[in-house]
């Protein structure tokens, strides 16, 4: 058997044309969908991640503003520069990108973030909307994961979802969607013992942990589906953390690193930054 590959390029293409039209549809009402992003200091990554974010952001017809900050930019400055946005009713996303500079605490910055306008999905208010089921923001790459799993028509109710990785970012927020779309889940971390008990048992298994093709083939139930979320820079080259040429011989489904999990996580960006509009328009309707 040879496994079925989940293309996230072209899902996200097709998601990204969706969210255009969408984008055309609220220009017409008189909203333009409008995402701001604080960038502080030099990190070529966070540099050209950023730079990804606006390119995604003006092809789908929302307008990305990016305030780049020294090094030096204080606590204070970035906790004023955010509540000024806050109180900005033309901005309807903003997101602090990470990691910041170690004089400044990520927690204290998140929280400052007005939830309604949490695209990144952080803030502790809409981590608890998560967990109760409620309508908040879902992180960006749990979110895209989601989405490709049921674009691509997995099902996901009554399976066994097996997540390597406990992280805020992915691991937690993706075992939490799953739960709420009725899989069973199991979680996984440095502290699992025996971890290929577990992942042998999974119809769906999420690798994030960040570590190059740590999960081998005898670690995979034959016709799962396999989600890879690592990214490894090995030799110049983009891996995963699944051994991919063998595990691809008996899955049923597998994500291809690069162009895979990726694509979708700044898709999802887009569908929250559209989704924050069209709730801030409905509560300036209201009010
Ligand atoms: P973190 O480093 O925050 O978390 C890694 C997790 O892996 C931790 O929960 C850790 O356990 C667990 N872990 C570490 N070693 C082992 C082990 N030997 N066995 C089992 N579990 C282990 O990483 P992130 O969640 O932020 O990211 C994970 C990967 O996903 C990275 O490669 C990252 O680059 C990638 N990523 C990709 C994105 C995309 O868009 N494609 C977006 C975000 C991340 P413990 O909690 O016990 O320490």
Redesign the pocket.
């Given at each position: 058997m040879t496994a079925n590959l989940i293309d996230g390029k072209e899902i996200a293409k097709t998601t990204r044309s969706r969210i255009k039209e969408d984008v055309e549809q609220l220009i017409e009402q008189g909203t333009i969908p409008s995402l701001t992003v604080i960038l502080i200091g030099d990190d070529p990554a966070s540099h050209s991640y950023v730079k990804g974010k606006e390119r995604a952001c003006e092809q789908a017809g929302i307008t990305s503003v990016v305030k780049r900050h020294p090094e030096s930019f204080t606590e204070a400055e970035l906790v004023e520069e955010i509540r000024t946005l806050n109180e900005d009713s033309s901005v309807h996303g903003i997101l602090v990108q990470l990691p910041l500079p170690k004089h400044i605490d990520e927690t204290v910055v998140l929280d400052e973030i007005s939830p309604h306008k949490d695209v990144d999905g952080f803030h502790p208010e809409n981590v608890g909307q998560l967990l109760s089921g409620g309508e908040g923001f879902v992180p960006c790459?749990p979110l895209g994961i989601i989405e490709m799993l049921k674009l691509t028509g997995i099902e996901i109710e009554g399976k066994h979802a097996v997540i390597?990785?406990?992280?805020n970012?992915?691991?937690k927020p993706v075992g939490q969607l799953l739960l709420n779309e009725n899989a069973t889940v199991t979680y996984?971390?440095?502290?699992?013992k025996d971890?290929y008990k577990h992942t042998l048992d999974a119809d769906i298994l999420i690798a994030?942990?960040?570590?190059p093709q740590?999960i081998g083939v005898e670690g995979i139930k034959p016709g799962a589906c396999v989600i890879d979320?690592?990214?490894?820079r090995v030799d110049g080259k983009l891996i995963g953390d699944v051994q991919f040429d063998e595990t691809k011989e008996i899955a049923g489904w597998i994500t291809p690193v690069p162009g895979g999990?990726?694509p979708m996580?700044i898709t999802m960006l887009l569908h929250n930054t559209v989704l924050a509009a069209k709730r801030l328009g409905r509560c300036n309707d209201r009010s």
């Open positions: 790459t390597v990785g406990r992280s970012l992915v691991g996984c971390h440095s502290k699992t971890l994030a942990v960040g570590r740590m979320v690592g990214v490894n999990v990726g996580t």
